[in-house]
């Protein structure tokens, strides 16, 4: 049984002028360890395919599973519950919160702020090879530093699926590689990885690359 199922999914947004339909019964599989790349033009869907996946954004029509449990079916506090135990993100923007460190920044992500399981910290941090980073604040960093650090965070609780948006959007190369690494052991270690990206530089750690036109 697939870890993530979508039947027929259909997302339409109106607003006063118009009716735009960013995905149409579409209907897809993840399978648990999988690395999927999702790419495709500006404005394909990719990204309200990953919010729709993850919890945050209720499809028009059609089902989402994860896991056995039929998303959209679940109480909001269930699912909010749901997608915080079970779903890590990662985005472009890193979205740190500015006025905590890298250690705190990363402990918002185990909901342990007040009590830190401070194994649970330190292995998302040598994951990402942020040990002598930890007590910066993320103005101190650099960009690369940042999604790292943003990658540790979404590591931190150990979820079942990361959804990353264009996580390496705003790197270098050798900073890519080193993101998309970590999530290549993920997945080796059993997590399932959905990544959306317009860019070839993640078809070479990827298990199966999709696209939406």
Same mark, same amino acid.
């Given at each position: 049984?697939?870890? =993530? $199922?979508?039947?027929?999914?259909?997302?339409?947004?109106?607003?006063?002028?118009?009716?735009?339909?960013?995905?149409?019964?579409?209907?897809?599989?993840?399978?648990?360890? +999988?690395? &999927?790349?999702?790419?495709?033009?500006?404005? $394909?869907?990719?990204?309200?395919?990953?919010?729709? #996946?993850?919890?945050?954004?209720?499809?028009?029509?059609?089902?989402? /599973?994860?896991?056995?449990?039929?998303?959209?079916?679940?109480?909001?506090?269930?699912?909010?519950?749901?997608?915080?135990?079970? =779903?890590?993100?990662?985005?472009?923007?890193?979205?740190?919160? @500015?006025?905590?460190?890298?250690?705190?920044? /990363?402990?918002?992500?185990?909901?342990?702020?007040?009590?830190?399981?401070?194994?649970?910290?330190? +292995?998302?941090?040598?994951?990402?090879?942020?040990?002598?980073? /930890?007590?910066?604040?993320?103005?101190?960093?650099?960009?690369?530093? #940042?999604?790292?650090?943003?990658?540790?965070?979404?590591?931190?609780?150990? @979820?079942? =699926?990361?959804?990353?948006?264009?996580?390496?959007?705003? &790197?270098? +190369?050798?900073?890519? !590689?080193? /993101?998309?690494?970590?999530?290549?052991?993920?997945?080796?270690?059993?997590?399932?990885?959905?990544?959306?990206?317009?860019? @070839?530089? !993640?078809?070479?750690?990827?298990?199966?690359?999709? $696209?939406?036109?």
């Amino acid at each position: 049984m697939a870890l =993530i $199922s979508l039947e027929y999914v259909t997302k339409v947004y109106h607003n006063t002028n118009e009716r735009v339909t960013a995905l149409q019964d579409l209907t897809l599989e993840v399978e648990r360890s +999988e690395f &999927l790349v999702v790419k495709g033009a500006s404005g $394909s869907g990719k990204s309200t395919l990953l919010l729709i #996946m993850g919890g945050m954004l209720r499809p028009t029509r059609g089902r989402v /599973i994860i896991d056995g449990s039929e998303l959209y079916r679940l109480p909001p506090r269930a699912r909010t519950a749901f997608r915080a135990n079970q =779903i890590g993100f990662i985005f472009q923007m890193f979205h740190l919160i @500015p006025y905590l460190t890298v250690r705190e920044n /990363i402990l918002t992500g185990t909901g342990a702020l007040g009590t830190p399981d401070e194994g649970m910290l330190m +292995e998302a941090v040598r994951a990402v090879d942020m040990e002598k980073r /930890i007590h910066n604040f993320p103005n101190e960093l650099s960009t690369g530093e #940042m999604q790292r650090a943003a990658l540790a965070r979404a590591l931190s609780k150990k @979820p079942k =699926i990361i959804l990353a948006d264009e996580p390496t959007g705003n &790197l270098d +190369e050798k900073n890519a !590689a080193r /993101i998309f690494t970590c999530l290549k052991e993920y997945t080796k270690q059993g997590g399932t990885a959905v990544v959306v990206t317009h860019g @070839p530089d !993640a078809d070479d750690y990827s298990d199966r690359i999709i $696209s939406l036109d």
